[in-house]
């Protein structure tokens, strides 16, 4: 009569524990990881938002469409056809940057002339990252008419 020893179903029970372990443990890795990309696209969205926002009340803030190269003077100035771009680099924290610069704003606005006055309309883009890795955060749209 052959006797059997309960320690190979234990060695056994324990191995399909330390399976259930690794596994639940991935899991729960994965889960993490992924809620930490979500929060960093939401930080980087806010962070954008935020600047565009603050474009469009500076927009708002003229006076006359002759200020925007006032308004805008820390940024670079170019024609694009009929609109006036004005592009500014920003650091993580929103100031102003140089090289490094985690967001780039670009402002493109057109005037055009409206019955007694002039509509300026403005499209706000904020992106991050260089040069050809370079992706589109937020647009933002705002008008402003200015009584002639």
């Known amino acids: 009569?052959?006797?059997?020893?309960?320690?190979n179903s234990f060695f056994l029970e324990m191995i399909l524990v330390l399976l259930f372990l690794s596994v639940s443990c991935?899991?729960?890795?994965?889960?993490?990881?992924?809620?930490?990309?979500?929060?960093?696209?939401s930080a980087e969205l806010n962070a954008a938002m935020v600047l565009a926002q603050s474009a469009a009340e500076t927009i708002q803030s003229a006076e006359t469409p002759a200020d925007l190269d006032r308004l805008f003077q820390n940024g670079r100035?170019?024609?694009?056809g009929k609109a006036s771009v004005y592009t500014a680099d920003c650091g993580a924290d929103g100031s102003p940057a140089g090289q490094n610069?985690?967001?780039?704003?670009e402002t493109a606005v057109r005037t055009s002339d409206a019955a007694p006055?002039?509509?300026?309309e403005a499209e706000i883009t904020v992106s991050s990252g260089d040069g050809s890795s370079r992706r589109e955060l937020?647009?933002?749209?705002?008008?402003?008419?200015?009584?002639g």
């Not at 937020?138 to 009584?147: A, C, D, G, R, V």
Request: glycine share 4%; proline share 2%; aromatic share 10%.
């Open 117 to 120: 006055g002039v509509m300026l």
């Open 77 to 80: 100035k170019k024609q694009e």
């Open 1 to 7: 009569m052959k006797r059997h020893s309960g320690i």
């Open 101 to 105: 610069a985690a967001y780039r704003v």
């Open 138 to 147: 937020f647009t933002l749209n705002t008008k402003k008419y200015f009584p």
């Open 26 to 41: 991935a899991a729960v890795l994965q889960l993490f990881s992924a809620a930490h990309a979500t929060a960093r696209r």
